[in-house]
């Protein structure tokens, strides 16, 4: 049981901590990368660990898959929280639309001004 | 339907109405726009009833439309002025382009005026007032002339008064919880004991309408660049749209009862204080504004700062707070309108046929435009101050109430001086435009059409009558006063009774200089139309040396070279510079602001993140 | 049939998926048209249920037969009601003055008009929707609506402005989906109800750190200062009806989660005076860089922001009458703004960097325009009798019931700056003397003119007898301070 | 200088976010008890089979109780392939010879693509079809179908994606989703709501509409992501 405990204790750091890890390294990405790409890349990355997030925070101890099937109907109480999986699905559906139109974004920008650098991209300013 | 919105409703539809037909002519347009406000006047002086009102809720606030004897007073300049006017203006604007927004700006503005004076609630005080001023803007630009220079300070500091009146008004309605002028009043809101804000605030609010130092500087350049026919408005009525405001504020300060508790010494004190400073106030600006009249060389912009100081004489009078004081002050406000609308009018018509108001290029117009010198002749004895004429009576009055109830002896003396100043310019504008020799340019012009020649002479006509009888004048003036917080204002027909309990009995005084007087102008104005010799006031010798051709040396450039002279430092200081470089202060300031969008999207986002940031650290005491 | 709240998003939806079949099939134009008679449909449906939500008071619709909280519920609250409505106005007369827009026409209408329709379904749902997580949805499909839209001209820095938006935008959708998911693990439902009547539960760290998230996420839609920097370019760079439809609908959505988020889900003190100065420090910076502006739709995007931070303001104050106030002004932004837009993007509409200086002398050619324009500029401006006026006036009636003073001082101030640049344009326009060569001038079609013409009347009319809209504001402000009607309204549902 | 500021204030950011998740104790039970019913997971979990005979819960939540979300994210979706062509939009006459890849793929590659793609369709239609059965559904199987493009994309150089088909597919799967929601409506429940019988327990056809929206959804998401693309990869390349 002990050596449960530390399992879990890894677990939890390594799945919070890696989500959160992902959001930093992307909001790095985003402040201080000056490729349009990268920054694209950045912003899916910190969405990346929203859900990774998201989902952790569904999960119970020694839960099962939310899904009934023929023989374990009485598994109700060992069950996963099914609405952050629900939600994520959502969110990350919506988080690709975005990239797709970041993209075609930084392609327009990337004709219009023959180059895809953020600090040289500012003819709308003050 | 009730007679207060029926005199509104004709006159916006008919400023409507004079929009779209000013499309097709601008006569018809002018004749409509006399015709509303001639029915207005026409309802305002027979169908309302003193005292009378109305209640009505507007958004869930509610507005009472009144007359009171204050109002009526007030009433009487606007509309009699605003009549006179738009007939003026008929011919004066008849060539000229876009003349039907002209005519639905100045009719709005006599609909706001008068809305102002039936506004027996802040709300509708201020929406009329705002309406006139908005429309009085337009007017001013109308021209496209200085639309920049002229037409954004005017607004600006429009704004300025505007706003500062606003927060008054929306203060009274937090502490008192009423928009109601009159519960206001009850309430104590003018006087000093509760809140020191509210006062000041509408005092500067209407200051510069009534163009007092330190907001007067938007004034010169408006009503010289306003169109001449409405700078008679704007001068005669517009402004005592402010006179109103600041006696109502003024007059039941003063007159409030300050015996009692504690902070009423307090209250007290600083009501002895802003008394000063606004009788200071006035009287720096009639020095001042006397000063640049000097030395002007348009009749039209000496006509301008002339009216800013009388209006300082005005702001005096009122700050006094003292019966006779106020009595001078209301005076002088109704008899500035009449005399300042009628030189206005004399301007127009010179500058309609003539050409232009400089007084270096034109002079000896008296045998060209009889009439219209005659009313000059008249008005400006009334504007110095010379008996019989109603200038003297409210200045004479002026000085007593200074001298024997306030004992402000300096005051006296900077007005007394301002005053004697006047006599300069005013000598100036005559001899200016009218006497002198006949020059060459002015050989075609002829005297302006009778539309223009009968408002002008009725102002005349009213100045004698009134110089005369003062008691026509005074009697409104007193149950006017009585609104404003005098008790027992006693008056008989032109019996003044000074402190001294004297009895000057003005009407045989009046009527015997009355006829002397203009018995003389009449010898005068006839000899000078019969024939002497022509000589052009250029052909003067110049002691060998060769004018250039070019070379203006009328006698007019310079008239007052010597006293300018003296009064060199006066004029160096001027408060327009440091509006001028406060607002370009704040100009760079926004400049330097606006820079944070710096255009690239990654501060941007970098800023997004700082806040979350600063939102996150002080989280815990921000939001429990 | 009987009307229900779910028609703003179902028929859009339904119209949205068709269009691409119907305008490939049948004829190109349906492409332009359906919208606009599904945008009419929703101002139909907006009057049918104000008159009904003025007797019921609520009125609660279940999606998918499920009663809060197990389902997403649409609330039609006098409230909600109130914006969806104007939304829909809005959202119409921006189809009405897009139509035929010749530069539209040139590049993909058919898309455009799609993408505007949306646009404006997206923010109807963020406005009904009563579920925290849907609300988020709703808000991605407006932003990703906005986004192409933005960059909808390719002559234009479009796409710059759009990757800007795009960039702010993602950072709120992640910071209301943190929230979101926070609030979950805490309270275990996602219905705005519940969660109001249970917030007091979570722990205080939790429910700070929740609510710095939301007000930050929405304070991006909100345009509030620093988080507006995507305004200023989104609105200048889009096409005109489009910073009309930014102005109207795409910022009110934005506000109106804001709102919901202090006055509904968490009523803390200090989120109110959050309120206040945010949109104190956004008004005052706004209107200061609106100033010096010379290209005039920048400037008024920035006065559009400067309003917002206003609106802020009054609902910082949170009594009834600055809730009036803030939904007044709400009206009138949506109003004016758009007016100013629309009649802007005639004014410049063949001039590429929309100089204000290229304005001069157009009050002669295009005089109707201009007058609609001069006629927003002194309506926006708080001028009476335009209806500017009264919103400031309650505004400022609240402010001085709760003694702020200095706050009053310096909306004044501002309101003074507002005064300059407004009244420099309108000047320019009317006596200022052509610089450059002669611009083309397009004269609008007559559509397009209809549209203006019926915002300048409603201007004039709400200002001239602002009684026809109070009654539905004060309606709306009882609705808002109301917490526990709305929280019974939605979970008493399933009774019925 | 900026890269400083940005280090300290991601160090900030991840302070509070580890701080924040420290209170939200991972794999913690924050149901409860799904009989109680307190929670909305509860009411799903104990509910979801008697009410609605779904046996994945997650797909009953995405379709049938949260399908108002579902909806709106389907229309995101189009709403991205939509904005994607107004922003990539090109007029006719500047319009060129598309030169998508520059190199032809590989035989190796070509012939795998095509060996896979009948078996990755087949699989995606597998996964949205049992969506309501087994893990998966609608997204996770249109996008199983969408990489299967993706696949024809890159190893044809000449693969058409079938605009015409394309648009089809996603109107009328759109089109199936709304009517089956206003089919609700217009029997008098509400928009959405699960109209046809609820059917037995792991079977295929159960649910009532819920696969049927699934699948629409499939068809749907494969189209629109394909259409993302297709519309990425046809970008002309600046010359």
């Given amino acids: 049981m002990q050596n449960f405990e530390q399992y879990n204790s890894i677990i939890t750091t390594g799945v919070y901590g890696s989500a959160i890890a992902l959001i930093l390294i992307g909001l790095y990405a985003v402040l201080i990368k000056k490729h349009l790409i990268k920054i694209v890349i950045g912003l899916s990355i910190i969405d990346a660990g929203v859900h990774l997030l998201f989902v952790a925070i569904g999960y119970i101890k020694g839960g099962t898959a939310p899904i009934f099937s023929p023989g374990n109907e009485d598994a109700v109480n060992k069950m996963v929280d099914p609405v952050p999986q629900a939600l994520v699905l959502t969110a990350i559906v919506i988080g690709f639309a975005v990239t797709a139109v970041a993209l075609s974004l930084v392609i327009r920008l990337y004709k219009h001004h023959n180059t895809a650098r953020i600090d040289q991209i500012k003819s709308l300013k003050w | 339907m009730n007679s207060f919105f029926l005199i509104l409703l004709i006159l916006f539809a008919g400023a409507g109405l004079s929009f779209v037909l000013g499309k097709i002519s601008s006569i018809i347009s002018g004749t409509v726009a006399f015709l509303s406000i001639a029915a207005a006047s026409a309802l305002f002086f027979t169908q309302i009833e003193m005292g009378s009102f109305i209640e009505f809720s507007l958004g869930g606030i509610q507005l009472q439309w009144g007359l009171n004897s204050y109002g009526y007073l007030f009433g009487i300049i606007v509309l009699g002025l605003g009549t006179l006017a738009s007939l003026y203006s008929i011919s004066y604007m008849q060539n000229k382009e876009r003349t039907s927004g002209f005519y639905f700006n100045f009719v709005l503005v006599i609909a706001g005026m008068t809305g102002i004076i039936f506004a027996n609630d802040f709300i509708s005080f201020f929406i009329f007032w705002e309406i006139m001023t908005w429309a009085s803007y337009l007017i001013i630009i109308y021209s496209g002339k200085n639309v920049k220079k002229i037409g954004i300070k005017y607004m600006i500091f429009s704004a300025i008064g505007a706003y500062s009146m606003l927060t008054a008004i929306v203060m009274i309605k937090g502490q008192y919880d009423t928009f109601l002028i009159s519960d206001a009043i009850n309430a104590g809101a003018f006087n000093f004991i509760d809140n020191i804000y509210i006062p000041i605030l509408l005092l500067i609010g209407f200051g510069v309408k009534a163009a007092t130092m330190p907001l007067h500087v938007w004034a010169p350049g408006a009503y010289n660049n306003a169109p001449t026919s409405f700078t008679v408005i704007f001068s005669g009525a517009m402004s005592k749209m402010g006179v109103l405001g600041m006696g109502l504020v003024l007059g039941h300060m003063f007159t409030a009862d300050r015996s009692g508790s504690l902070t009423n010494f307090f209250s007290g004190f600083s009501v002895i204080y802003l008394q000063q400073t606004i009788g200071w106030l006035g009287g720096i600006t009639a020095v001042i504004a006397t000063l640049y009249a000097l030395i002007q060389d348009d009749a039209k912009k000496l006509l301008a700062y002339s009216s800013i100081a009388q209006l300082g004489y005005i702001t005096v009078g009122l700050a006094t707070g003292t019966k006779l004081g106020v009595m001078a002050a209301l005076f002088l406000a109704v008899v500035h309108g009449i005399f300042k609308g009628a030189l206005f009018m004399v301007v127009g018509a010179v500058e309609r046929q003539a050409g232009t108001t400089d007084m270096t290029k034109i002079s000896g117009l008296i045998r060209k435009m009889p009439f219209t010198f005659l009313t000059a002749l008249i008005s400006i004895i009334a504007l110095a101050g010379i008996p019989p004429l109603g200038g003297f009576v409210g200045k004479w009055m002026l000085y007593e109430a200074l001298i024997t109830e306030s004992n402000s002896y300096f005051l006296v003396i900077v007005i007394f001086f301002s005053s004697t100043a006047a006599f300069l310019y005013s000598y100036r504008f005559l001899f200016g435009l009218f006497l002198g020799q006949e020059e060459k340019e002015t050989e075609q012009v002829k005297e302006a059409p009778i539309t223009m020649i009968i408002p002008m002479l009725v102002l005349a006509i009213l100045l004698v009558i009134t110089g005369a009888f003062p008691g026509l004048i005074f009697s409104p003036i007193a149950t006017a006063m009585e609104f404003i917080g005098f008790k027992d204002v006693t008056w008989n027909m032109s019996v003044l009774n000074n402190v001294w309990g004297n009895e000057m009995n003005l009407t045989y005084l009046g009527i015997t200089i009355g006829v002397v007087f203009v018995s003389i102008f009449a010898f005068i104005t006839l000899k000078g139309l019969k024939g002497t010799r022509y000589v052009g006031t250029k052909d003067i010798s110049t002691s060998g040396e060769i004018p250039y051709e070019n070379e203006n040396l009328t006698f007019q450039i310079n008239f007052f070279q010597p006293f300018v002279r003296a009064a060199a430092p006066m004029y160096k200081r001027s408060m327009n510079k440091i509006w001028n470089e406060l607002g370009n202060g704040l100009e760079a300031l926004f400049n330097f602001t606006r820079k944070i969008y710096t255009g690239n999207g990654q501060t941007y986002a970098l800023f997004v993140v700082i806040f979350l940031v600063l939102m996150l650290l002080f989280k815990d005491t921000l939001f429990v | ?496 | 200088m900026k890269k400083v500021l940005v280090l300290v204030l991601l160090v900030i950011v991840g302070y509070f976010l580890t701080d924040t998740f420290n209170l939200i104790p991972f794999g913690e039970n924050r149901i409860g008890n799904p009989q109680d019913e307190q929670t909305v997971a509860g009411y799903y979990l104990n509910n979801t089979v008697e009410k609605t005979s779904v046996a994945n819960t997650v797909t009953a939540i995405v379709v049938n109780y949260r399908g108002f979300d579902t909806l709106g994210e389907v229309t995101v979706l189009f709403l991205a392939t939509t904005g994607l062509g107004s922003i990539l939009f090109r007029r006719k006459e500047d319009e060129e010879e598309i030169e998508r890849i520059n190199k032809p793929s590989s035989s190796l590659m070509q012939t795998g693509s095509r060996v896979l793609f009948p078996l990755i369709a087949l699989l995606g239609i597998y996964v949205f079809i049992h969506g309501h059965l087994t893990p998966g559904g609608g997204f996770q199987g249109g996008a199983i179908i969408a990489t299967g493009f993706l696949l024809m994309l890159i190893s044809y150089k000449n693969f058409k994606a079938g605009h015409t088909m394309l648009n089809w597919v996603e109107s009328l799967a759109g089109i199936t989703f709304v009517s089956i929601g206003l089919w609700g409506l217009l029997t008098g429940g509400t928009f959405l709501e699960n109209v046809l019988p609820a059917g037995e327990l792991n079977n295929l056809i159960s649910g009532g509409v819920i696969p049927i929206i699934y699948i629409a959804v499939g068809f749907k998401v494969a189209a629109e992501l394909t259409g993302v693309l297709d519309i990425l990869l046809n970008i002309k390349p600046k010359k």
């Fill in chain 3, 1 to 496: 049939m009987v009307i229900s709240p779910v028609h703003y998003i179902a028929v859009p939806l339904l119209a949205a998926f068709t269009i691409p079949l119907l305008s490939k099939y049948i004829h190109k134009e349906l492409a332009r048209i359906v919208p606009g008679i599904v945008l009419l449909y929703s101002v139909f449906v907006s009057i049918v249920l104000m008159m009904q939500v003025s007797e019921v008071g609520v009125i609660s619709e279940k999606i998918a037969g499920w009663s809060a909280p197990w389902g997403i519920n649409l609330m039609f609250t006098p409230f909600s009601g109130f914006l969806a409505s104007l939304m829909s106005v809005v959202g119409f007369l921006i189809w009405l003055y897009s139509y035929n827009f010749k530069k539209i026409e040139q590049s993909q209408s058919q898309k455009y008009h799609i993408l505007q329709m949306m646009m404006v379904t997206g923010a109807i749902g963020i406005v009904l929707t009563g579920d925290i997580f849907n609300l988020f949805v709703f808000m991605e499909i407006t932003a990703i609506t906005a986004y192409s839209l933005t960059s909808f001209y390719r002559e234009r820095d479009g796409a710059e402005a759009g990757f800007k938006y795009l960039l702010i935008g993602s950072f709120a959708s992640v910071m209301i989906l943190l929230a979101v998911m926070i609030l979950y693990t805490q309270l275990g439902t996602l219905n705005m109800a519940e969660i109001a009547q249970n917030a007091h539960l979570i722990p205080t760290p939790l429910r700070a750190t929740i609510l710095v998230l939301f007000l930050v996420g929405f304070g991006i839609e909100a345009e509030m200062f620093p988080l507006n920097g995507w305004a200023p370019d989104a609105y200048s760079q889009s096409p005109g009806p489009i910073g009309a439809a930014f102005a109207g609908i795409v910022v009110k959505a934005g506000v109106y989660a804001l709102i919901r988020v202090i006055f509904t889900l968490f009523d803390i003190h200090g989120a109110y005076d959050f309120l206040i100065y945010g949109g104190l420090i956004t008004m005052i910076i706004a209107e200061t860089a609106a100033v010096a502006q010379t290209n005039l739709k920048r400037m008024l995007a920035y006065s559009s922001i400067g309003q917002m931070g206003f609106v802020l303001i009054a609902f910082g104050i949170g009594t009834k009458t600055a809730i009036i106030g803030a939904l007044f002004l709400m009206f009138n932004h949506a109003v004016i703004k758009s007016l100013l837009f629309m009649s802007g993007s005639y004014l410049t509409y063949n001039s590429l960097n929309k100089k204000i200086s290229a304005l001069a002398g157009l009050g002669k050619k295009l005089p109707i325009v201009s007058l609609l324009f001069g006629l927003g500029a002194f309506a926006i401006v708080g001028l009476p009798p335009f209806s500017g006026f009264w919103s400031k006036l309650y505004v400022l009636t609240a402010a001085a019931d709760q003694n702020m003073l200095l706050l009053i001082m310096a909306i004044l101030a501002v309101s003074i700056i507002e005064i300059i640049y407004y009244f420099r344009v309108v000047s320019t326009l009317y006596y200022g003397k052509q610089e450059d060569e002669e611009i083309k001038v397009q004269k609008p079609s007559i559509n397009a003119m209809v549209s203006m013409l019926i915002l300048g009347a409603t201007i004039i009319v709400v200002g001239v007898y602002p009684d026809i809209i109070t009654h539905f504001l004060n309606n709306a402000a009882d609705m808002l301070l109301d917490k526990a009607s709305y929280i019974q309204a939605v979970l008493t549902q399933n009774i019925n």
